[in-house]
Every structure is written in C-alpha cells, then in structure tokens.
C-alpha cells in the first residue's frame, strides 16, 4: 500500500509539472506572435510585386528568413534556373550579400525587414540581365528605404558579370573622365565643360547597379529615400571607349549604326 501511495504521488507531481509548462509555452507563443502582430509593416508607395511572366527556363522561387535573436525579417523573390546551377549558386551569394548588409550587427529591441523583389529580366547576346527592388525598414523609422538591385550573368561563362568587367579604366581613360563625360552629356554639355555633379568615381566599383539595355547604360542610384531617384542613362556609343571591347561584342552592347540622340 505504501508503494501504491508513493506511486500515485509522483504521478501526481509530474502531471502538475506538464501543465506548468505547457501553461509557460502557450505564454510564450502568445508573446511571439503578439510581436509579429505589433510589428506594423509600413505600406509601400511602389507598385511593388514578383515578375510573373518569364523563360520557361526559369521558375520564381523564394526565401523567408525570421531570426527572433536580432528582431529581423528578410524575404526574397528571385529567379531560378532548371538548367544552370552555376546560374543559381550565384543568384545565392547575391542574395547572402544583400540580406548580410541589412541584418543588424547587435541584438535590439527595434525590428527591421528587408524585402526584395525581382521585377525585371532582358537578354543581350549572352548577357542576362535581372532587375530587383528592395525595401528595408526599422521600426520606429519615419519612413522605409527602397533601392534597385541589379544581377548580370554571362550564359556561356557562367558567371556573374559585374559593371568593372564590362567597363575599364585607365591613367587615360579614368573613372573621374568617364563621370565628367557621362555627367556632361546627361545635362547637354561637353566633359570639357567640367560638369561635376551626378555620379562620382567613388560610386564606380564591382558593385555598382547597373544594366546595358538597348545599346545604352543605365545605372542605379545605390540608396534612395522614400522616391523613385534618380537614374543615369547615356548612349552606349558616348563611352565606347571604356568598355571592353570583347564583351561588347559577346553582349551586343554596341549598335555601330545607331543614331545618337543627345
């Protein structure tokens, strides 16, 4: 009987102690999900939404990332290769880099989010080119931040074509002169002239964001608040001296019998 007694006791005590801590889990969960409940998403001005018509080639594919150690949320839609896992394996570090530079350093209390969106895919030659936007925002913020985000990829090569393999520089033809030109056409006037605002050296690197689309250059602001910005947009033919000429001809990106519209 003693045994029996003993044995009901302890049942007795483990049951009272599964319902502590189911009582204490369901706390919990109500407080996460109140978090993200609270956490109001800012509504964005941008028509902002996934590309939805693309090659056959190609599937949209997405990333969700929650991390409740450093308050952050990243989500991501890009575009996915069936043939090319090369193509797919840099599309990942493209994303990695983007989502890393967001992502806070230390633990607050502050939520942010980063959203990314591809909107826009072109060919020329064996260039692919897609298009991204990309929005973050920091709770307490007075408004989100948006900017463009471009990914180019060579078919054949199959690797990522960055904006300082397409275009060089030299003592002669240096970043400085190609911003007088490009700045200098831009605003209808000549690089003598000494046109200096608009883009900078500074801002041409690996990185920049960039597309060459219809025997034109196009280049993205690299951050921009709350508006659309500014892009730079000069004839291919205007700055064909700083671009590689083997690329060129790989991507199309020189038309010799276009006419030049300044």
Not at 199 to 214: C, F
Not at 217 to 228: G, M, R, T, W
Request: hydrophobic share 35%.
């Amino acid at each position: 009987m003693k045994y029996i007694l003993l044995l009901i006791l302890l049942i007795s005590i483990s049951c009272n102690q599964i319902n502590q801590n189911s009582e204490s889990g369901s706390r919990q969960s109500d407080r996460l999900k109140s978090d993200t409940q609270n956490f109001a998403i800012p509504t964005t001005a941008l028509p902002l939404e996934p590309l939805k018509i693309f090659p056959p080639s190609f599937v949209l594919d997405s990333t969700f990332i929650e991390d409740t150690t450093f308050n952050f949320t990243s989500i991501v839609y890009f575009l996915k290769s069936n043939k090319d896992d090369e193509l797919n394996k840099s599309m990942k570090q493209f994303i990695r880099h983007e989502v890393d530079l967001e992502k806070p350093e230390n633990k607050t209390s502050d939520q942010s989010l980063i959203e990314v969106w591809v909107t826009k895919m072109t060919t020329s030659g064996n260039l692919i080119s897609i298009l991204f936007r990309k929005q973050t925002y920091t709770e307490g913020a007075a408004h989100y931040n948006h900017e463009f985000l471009t990914f180019d990829y060579d078919i054949m090569k199959k690797k990522r074509i960055l904006f300082t393999d397409i275009f060089k520089f030299s003592k002669g033809k240096s970043k400085q002169s190609f911003c007088n030109e490009l700045n200098g056409y831009l605003n209808g006037m000549d690089a003598s002239d000494g046109y200096r605002d608009g883009l900078t050296p500074k801002e041409i690197n690996r990185d920049l964001n960039y597309a060459v689309l219809d025997g034109r250059l196009i280049v993205y602001p690299n951050y921009c608040c709350a508006d659309e910005s500014k892009t730079f947009t000069v004839d291919l033919q205007l700055i064909k001296d700083y671009i590689d000429p083997v690329l060129a001809k790989d991507y199309g990106l020189i038309y010799p019998d276009r006419t030049t519209n300044r």
